[in-house]
């Protein structure tokens, strides 16, 4: 795992002195990726022209319940605005898609460092994460519709800080009608009262809304076949339910496969595979209940903060890619937008926190406190979160794409890569049952008690 000193040394790597520095960090790490991407490609590009081969039929004729049937169906238009400004070819529509994608991570940057400046907190840890993180990912950051979802989860939080309650909800449905996941993250955003009433309107407003508009134009079949896509999918090679059976491959080739399936997606097939796959499922109603014990428990108490509400966030993001029978690389862009958002609010709380191990501290708010007890503030916590997502993201690079031709496939380097998927995965469950662990023992079912003292130096 990784070492505390190490965690310590990477944290004071979170910071970037000015607004200059920063945008100066953002355009030499996007040329990088870019100078990579155009030197050796391998096949991070291979869904926008998917993408754009789905919307070429539907405009040639195609119903839409046929098309993209593995997204909801708001996805349909707007992926169909890079086919129109790229005039249906497949240059264009790649220019048009990418070039988006880069100027919605730029506006993500500037958001996270203004509104910071608006909070009177530093911004310069949020905005190296989001700097840092394209690094850790790699081009696939651009090339993926999950950066949507990491922008709009990272809108919500902020909108909560800024009592914009009706636009936390809508924008996590806008979220959830791009990528079903993020509808599972509209109980954080009810951190009072009129939280209760804002952004349950705006959640229902605009996502039934979307939902109906959605149903008048495909049909009732096209509006559910997201789900009943996933339902039908195989255990696929990067899931953790999977790592067992890739171990076991590496003793024994002949007996396990790993072949492309009809949903686009490398799936494992040999002995234990139905069994596996009947655990993850099992996994994931189990993992859905953690999500609900911990956000009834959040909903109880009476002095909830947006700061524990964008780690619930995290955890329920979490929870949701550990358990699942499919892992795409594109999941830990998930995690980016609400640690990026937890980064930028959390220094708001001055307030000094109990904590018997820094890597794991929390808002247990203990009536009395020893001195020789550990003191953090909320941002330390979340910087030790932020270092844990990227060097989870950079193994998860290093699998996808640079060694996934040996993970699929035996060759030269398949144990290698074998080995960087299980460390991968077993410091992503080791890092989500710790965090599991403590939100049962901090934020769910912990009362209020006295306040902390105000810490002298608000940085944390």
């Known amino acids: 795992m990784v070492s505390r000193r190490l965690l310590n040394r990477l944290l004071h790597s979170l910071t970037l002195p000015t607004h200059r520095e920063a945008l100066g960090w953002w355009i030499v790490t996007r040329s990088f990726l870019f100078t990579i991407w155009g030197l050796f490609g391998f096949y991070t590009q291979s869904d926008v022209i998917y993408y754009h081969e789905s919307i070429t039929a539907l405009f040639h004729g195609a119903h839409p319940s046929t098309v ?13 605005l890079p086919y129109i400004l790229g005039l249906g070819t497949t240059t264009g529509y790649f220019i048009v898609f990418v070039g988006a994608f880069l100027a919605a991570d730029a506006l993500t940057g500037y958001v996270l460092w203004h509104s910071a400046h608006q909070y009177g907190t530093n911004p310069r840890p949020a905005a190296a994460f989001w700097i840092w993180f394209a690094i850790a990912i790699g081009p696939i950051m651009y090339m993926r519709l999950d950066l949507l979802t990491a922008i709009l989860t990272a809108a919500g939080l902020i909108a909560l800080v800024r009592t914009r309650r009706f636009i936390s909800g809508a924008m996590i449905a806008i979220g959830a009608a791009i990528k079903l996941w993020p509808a599972l993250l509209w109980p954080p955003t009810i951190v009072d009262r009129k939280a209760a009433r804002s952004a349950t309107l705006g959640f229902l407003t605009v996502g039934g809304g979307l939902a ?16 009943t896509w996933q339902s039908d999918r195989g255990l696929q090679v990067e899931s953790v339910f999977a ?4 171990i076991a491959r590496l003793f024994d080739p002949s007996r396990w496969e790993v072949y492309n399936s009809k949903y686009n997606a490398f799936e494992v097939l040999g002995p234990g595979t139905v069994l596996l796959t009947q655990v993850a499922t099992i996994a994931t109603i189990a993992g859905g209940i953690v999500i609900l014990v911990l956000y009834i428990g959040w909903l109880r108490r009476k002095d909830r903060t947006a700061i524990e509400a964008g780690t619930l966030m995290i955890i329920a993001t979490l929870i949701m890619v550990i358990t699942n029978k499919t892992f795409s690389p594109q999941y830990m862009i998930w995690l980016a937008g609400p640690v990026a958002a937890l980064l930028t609010i959390s220094a708001r709380r001055p307030e000094l926190l109990a904590a018997g191990e820094p890597l794991f501290a929390w808002f247990k708010r203990p009536s009395h406190i020893g001195k020789d007890e550990h003191l953090v503030g909320p941002l330390t916590l979340a910087r030790h979160i932020a270092i844990w997502t990227l060097v989870l993201t950079v193994l998860t690079q290093l699998i996808y794409p640079l060694l996934y031709s040996h993970l699929i496939e035996m060759r030269v380097l398949t144990p290698l890569a074998t080995i960087i998927l299980v460390v991968r995965n077993v410091a992503l469950v080791y890092f989500s049952i710790r965090l599991i662990a403590l939100a049962f023992r901090s934020i769910a079912f912990q009362p209020a008690e006295t306040k902390l003292p105000r810490s002298r130096d608000r940085r944390s």
């Open 212 to 227: 109906l508009v959605s149903l008048l134009y495909g049909g009732w079949e096209r509006l559910v076949s997201p789900l």
């Open 68 to 80: 993209l049937v593995e997204y909801p169906t708001p996805l349909i238009w707007l992926l169909s």
């Open 243 to 246: 790592t067992p059976l890739l």
